[in-house]
């Protein structure tokens, strides 16, 4: 059930565990501990206006594991009417002005016989299902109420939201994004910097089909990615460095059509810019510690990474279900889920992983995203290689598709 900021039909509310945060890793991991503890008393508040989920026009890249977990979730069946098959995945290496962009690396489109390593989502299609499960199991979200602050009195923590009310809950989860106001009122510390440079996100629409094919261009100011939507539509993630992009967002239709065939191409025939486009800063963010006594860390507020690889999603969902895995065998074992030794197993088993991905990502970025001509030759030559490896290509698909060794139960597509 949802309610508008400004409901106060209890002036309190006492809880199991409290997530702030409705995006999809609050509610991933609500209905998850929900569905396999039914006894334990959830419920979300998400500061974003009420219904504001409904007009996200973005899409994401969801790995396989992912999409076992919403099978298990029973989600999937909802979302996979509006879900791209990723068939195919290229990656070329080229400037923005080069006649002929030469194909380095391609990737088939299977983690599994028959099992897309990665479908596109459009965001509201995600968070709408999960929606749906929430309600289901019912959990309360509450829409337009933000976390003011929040106290730890030993057994419990006490919440106080901006509608007037208090929560008391045994454990606070923060899933309220990479600039997470929860986080900084633990006291958790991070580890930033900034890339200088901005990711450019839009749909645009083609004459010709996709056939699922996604591209990534390692252009000298950035990847630019195209993702197959539904239809002939593609998602566009398009980095360039902040000055640019900014500058990009703030021009006519014509000329940020333009720019964007450029890079684009002609392949798929004329191209057209559907809805808003956005640009937003990228960096590297990593939290120092991921808990605290009855508090916990997931998704971007967590960690934030550079898309270049397209795992941020994934990440979320391996938090939401790892944390989930956590919670429901203590609380099964009779222990207290927001004891520290309790969530630190959480913390443990979700850190090397982060810690991984983000360097991965920064290696990544800073490799690929110059002109540099002696770098150039050498990442060529390496995706040359891994190009005539099936073996490692292999490997490479099986972290995309997010199931390598020690994924949680519900990124197998098991229960909990």
Same mark, same amino acid.
């Given at each position: 059930?949802? $309610?508008s900021k400004g409901t106060t039909e209890n002036s309190s509310r006492t809880l199991d565990? @409290?997530?702030a945060g409705a995006g999809y890793v609050g509610l991933a991991t609500a209905v998850s501990i929900c569905r396999a503890q039914p006894n334990l008393k959830v419920a979300l508040v998400d500061a974003a206006p009420q219904d504001a989920w409904q007009r996200d026009g973005r899409a994401s890249a969801i790995a396989a594991a992912a999409?076992?977990?919403l099978k298990r979730l029973d989600c999937w069946h909802e979302i996979e009417p509006e879900a791209q098959p990723i068939t195919e995945m290229i990656i070329t290496d080229?400037?923005?002005a080069d006649p002929v962009r030469p194909v380095f690396l391609t990737f088939g489109g299977e983690a599994q016989e028959g099992e897309p390593f990665a479908h596109m989502v459009m965001n509201r299609h995600l968070n709408g299902a999960l929606r749906a499960r929430a309600a289901e199991c019912g959990i309360e979200i509450i829409e337009g109420v933000a976390v003011e602050g929040f106290f730890n009195t030993g057994g419990h923590v006490e919440a106080r939201l901006s509608d007037g009310t208090a929560c008391r809950a045994r454990l606070l989860v923060a899933a309220d994004g990479v600039r997470s106001r929860l986080r900084d009122m633990a006291g958790i510390k991070t580890v930033h910097w900034d890339y200088g440079q901005s990711g450019i996100v839009c749909?645009? %629409?083609h004459e010709r089909p996709h056939h699922g094919r996604a591209e990534e261009h390692f252009l000298p100011a950035g990847p630019f990615a195209t993702l197959p939507l539904k239809g002939n539509r593609s998602s566009i993630v398009w980095t360039e460095r902040t000055a640019d992009a900014e500058r990009l967002v703030r021009e006519n239709d014509l000329v940020f059509e333009q720019e964007l065939e450029l890079r684009f191409g002609l392949k798929l025939g004329e191209i057209r810019v559907e809805g808003p486009r956005r640009a937003w800063p990228l960096g590297l963010t990593l939290a120092r510690d991921f808990v605290k006594p009855r508090f916990a860390l997931a998704g971007d507020a967590a960690h934030g990474i550079h898309p270049i690889a397209g795992q941020g999603l994934n990440l979320g969902f $391996? /938090? %939401? %279900?790892?944390l989930a895995e956590v919670v429901v065998e203590a609380e099964r074992l009779g222990? /207290?889920?927001g004891a520290l030794d309790v969530l630190q197993r959480y913390e443990r088993w979700r850190r090397f992983d982060t810690l991984q991905m983000g360097a991965t990502t920064d290696v990544l970025n800073r490799l690929f995203s110059n002109d540099i001509a002696p770098v150039r030759a @050498?990442? /060529?030559?390496g995706l040359g290689l891994v190009e005539r490896m099936p073996g490692l290509k292999r490997y490479f698909i099986q972290q995309a598709a997010g199931l390598a060794a020690g994924t949680p139960r519900l990124l197998r597509g098991e229960a909990i």
């Amino acid at each position: 059930m949802a $309610k508008s900021k400004g409901t106060t039909e209890n002036s309190s509310r006492t809880l199991d565990i @409290l997530i702030a945060g409705a995006g999809y890793v609050g509610l991933a991991t609500a209905v998850s501990i929900c569905r396999a503890q039914p006894n334990l008393k959830v419920a979300l508040v998400d500061a974003a206006p009420q219904d504001a989920w409904q007009r996200d026009g973005r899409a994401s890249a969801i790995a396989a594991a992912a999409c076992r977990m919403l099978k298990r979730l029973d989600c999937w069946h909802e979302i996979e009417p509006e879900a791209q098959p990723i068939t195919e995945m290229i990656i070329t290496d080229s400037r923005t002005a080069d006649p002929v962009r030469p194909v380095f690396l391609t990737f088939g489109g299977e983690a599994q016989e028959g099992e897309p390593f990665a479908h596109m989502v459009m965001n509201r299609h995600l968070n709408g299902a999960l929606r749906a499960r929430a309600a289901e199991c019912g959990i309360e979200i509450i829409e337009g109420v933000a976390v003011e602050g929040f106290f730890n009195t030993g057994g419990h923590v006490e919440a106080r939201l901006s509608d007037g009310t208090a929560c008391r809950a045994r454990l606070l989860v923060a899933a309220d994004g990479v600039r997470s106001r929860l986080r900084d009122m633990a006291g958790i510390k991070t580890v930033h910097w900034d890339y200088g440079q901005s990711g450019i996100v839009c749909t645009v %629409a083609h004459e010709r089909p996709h056939h699922g094919r996604a591209e990534e261009h390692f252009l000298p100011a950035g990847p630019f990615a195209t993702l197959p939507l539904k239809g002939n539509r593609s998602s566009i993630v398009w980095t360039e460095r902040t000055a640019d992009a900014e500058r990009l967002v703030r021009e006519n239709d014509l000329v940020f059509e333009q720019e964007l065939e450029l890079r684009f191409g002609l392949k798929l025939g004329e191209i057209r810019v559907e809805g808003p486009r956005r640009a937003w800063p990228l960096g590297l963010t990593l939290a120092r510690d991921f808990v605290k006594p009855r508090f916990a860390l997931a998704g971007d507020a967590a960690h934030g990474i550079h898309p270049i690889a397209g795992q941020g999603l994934n990440l979320g969902f $391996k /938090d %939401a %279900a790892a944390l989930a895995e956590v919670v429901v065998e203590a609380e099964r074992l009779g222990e /207290d889920i927001g004891a520290l030794d309790v969530l630190q197993r959480y913390e443990r088993w979700r850190r090397f992983d982060t810690l991984q991905m983000g360097a991965t990502t920064d290696v990544l970025n800073r490799l690929f995203s110059n002109d540099i001509a002696p770098v150039r030759a @050498l990442r /060529d030559f390496g995706l040359g290689l891994v190009e005539r490896m099936p073996g490692l290509k292999r490997y490479f698909i099986q972290q995309a598709a997010g199931l390598a060794a020690g994924t949680p139960r519900l990124l197998r597509g098991e229960a909990i």
